[in-house]
C-alpha cells in the first residue's frame, strides 16, 4: 500500500517549499577584493545545514566567472597548498566555516578585479539539484575574522 506515504510526500511538498529552500543558510558571506595585478581570489562564509537531513554541495557558481570551485588547504612542510574539493557535505544541523586558512570557495580567472563595496552572487549546487544563492560583499579586511 503505498497510498499514505505518496499523500505523505505531497504534504510535505504543499506545507514546506520555504523550508526546502532554506535547507542551506549561508551567512556571513564576503569575497577579498583582488590583490593588485591578480584576478583571482577567494570567498568565504558560513554554511548550516537547517534540515534534519544530509546536505551534500556539489559545486559553486558564480556570477563573474565561470572558473569558480570549492578549494581546501593543505599544509605540506610548513607550505599551504589547495586542492578542489568534488562535494562539501553537511549533516543535519551541521554548521561549517568557509575561513581563511582552510575550505573555501576560489574565484579564477575573473574577467575584472573585485573591489571595495562591491557585491557579487555565488549560488551552491545541492545533490538534489537545487540550488542556494547568497550575497557576497566584497571587502578588502573581513571585520569578523577573529578567533572564538
Ligand atoms: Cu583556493
Known amino acids: 500500500m503505498h497510498r499514505p506515504a505518496l499523500f505523505l510526500l505531497m504534504s510535505v511538498l504543499v506545507l514546506s517549499p520555504q523550508t526546502w529552500a532554506a535547507d542551506l543558510s549561508v551567512t556571513n558571506a564576503w569575497v577579498r577584493a583582488t590583490p593588485p595585478g591578480k584576478l583571482m581570489t577567494a570567498a568565504y562564509a558560513t554554511l548550516q545545514n537547517t534540515s534534519n537531513e544530509t546536505l551534500v554541495v556539489t559545486g559553486v557558481t558564480s556570477d563573474v566567472t565561470e572558473y569558480t570551485s570549492v578549494h581546501e588547504t593543505l599544509i605540506d612542510r610548513d607550505r599551504a597548498t589547495m586542492r578542489p574539493v568534488q562535494q562539501l ?60
Not at 586558512?101 to 539539484?129: R, W
Open 89 to 148: 557535505t553537511l549533516n543535519a544541523g551541521e554548521r561549517t566555516d568557509l575561513a581563511p586558512g582552510g575550505t573555501h570557495i576560489m574565484l579564477m580567472k575573473l574577467s575584472e578585479p573585485l573591489t571595495d563595496a562591491q557585491s557579487i552572487d555565488i549560488c551552491f549546487t545541492l545533490e538534489n539539484n537545487k540550488s542556494v544563492c547568497n550575497e557576497f560583499s566584497v571587502t578588502k579586511h573581513h571585520a569578523s575574522m577573529k578567533h572564538h
